[in-house]
């Protein structure tokens, strides 16, 4: 396996939490509705995929306590962006599904998060706007590793 120079990881790292750190702040003006922390939207994004997890399986997925998720779920709730349902299957464990609320929230964050990052792309130079668009497979493969590793800890 080839190595890198140390300070590669350390300013890819830093790169991206900057560029996620400012698409929230420029994503958080002109939104309906009390603010949404990020473990929050991530939560309502896992239900979105996957209609109907549980939240002990909601827990593992998003590599939180399960005290902490249902922390999460129930301020959902009480805000109208979760349903929380008994499972048929066992009735000591929750279901999630999202509201109607949530789903144009969530929808209206992703067509904002589309324009915004989609304005600043088209300001960079052709070799740039290429040099992003070939990244894209080793960054999704990057998640992957990184997401593999936090289920094997």
Known sequence: ???EPAEFPEELADALVRIQRLVRRRL??????PRLRGAEVELLRLVEGRPGVRVSDAARALHLAGN??????????????????????????ARLLLTEAAEK???DWRRRRAELVGRHVARL???DREALRAALPALR?????LHEEADET
């Open 125 to 127: 130079g052709p070799a």
């Open 28 to 33: 958080r003006g002109g939104l309906a509705g």
């Open 141 to 145: 493969e990057l998640a992957v590793t």
């Open 1 to 3: 396996m080839e190595t």
């Open 68 to 93: 902490s998720v249902s922390t999460l779920v129930n301020r959902l709730v009480r805000e109208g962006y979760l349903i929380r349902e008994t499972d048929p299957a066992d009735r000591r464990a």
């Open 105 to 107: 929230r969530l929808g």
